[in-house]
């Protein structure tokens, strides 16, 4: 009996100690990640991107469509900006995920990040088209899913530059 104690308690404390790390690591990567992106200018370049990709504009910009962009915009243009992209909007309560973080983490868990890494080096090398990566994402989220995905990066692209 001593020798199960001495086998399984190490074991459930290691797994424990491992989701705990990779919860940690991965909550930092994505702040760390994300200051990066504005600090550098990285993320103007970004927008200047999608401002000059026709078929990427018209995939965030479809967001603008839905009902839950109308009621956040008309909601946000009574109120001051606050400037706060993490901050939580009421009229997304109904989608899975309403800040980035939440976000980047649904796409990394169902994903994976080796996955990822190969879906950027295939559009790199141009052996995948950015159809082909939008349609296999478009495969793991379900509508509304995808939705919440839109609003959040119309947020991060173009947050920052309404009034």
Known sequence: MKF??????PIVLLI???FGIY????????????KELESSGKMDEVREMVK???ELEKLIKEVET?????QMFANQSGQSAAGDNNAKVPEMD??????KEEAI???????????????YDRVQAGTASKEEIIAEVSNEFSQDEMTAL????????????QN
């Not at 839905?66 to 109308?70: A, K, L, N, V």
């Open 105 to 119: 983490e649904e796409v990394v868990d169902r994903i994976g990040m080796p996955k990822l890494y190969d879906m």
């Open 4 to 9: 199960v104690k001495w086998i399984v308690v």
């Open 94 to 99: 109904n989608l899975p995920f309403d800040t």
């Open 16 to 18: 424990v100690l491992g």
């Open 52 to 54: 000059n990709d026709p």
């Open 66 to 70: 839905t009902p839950e962009f109308q």
């Open 150 to 161: 839109k609003i959040i990066a119309y947020q991060e692209l173009y947050g920052s530059q």
């Open 23 to 34: 919860q940690f690591g991965l909550n930092f990567a994505i702040e760390k990640v994300s």
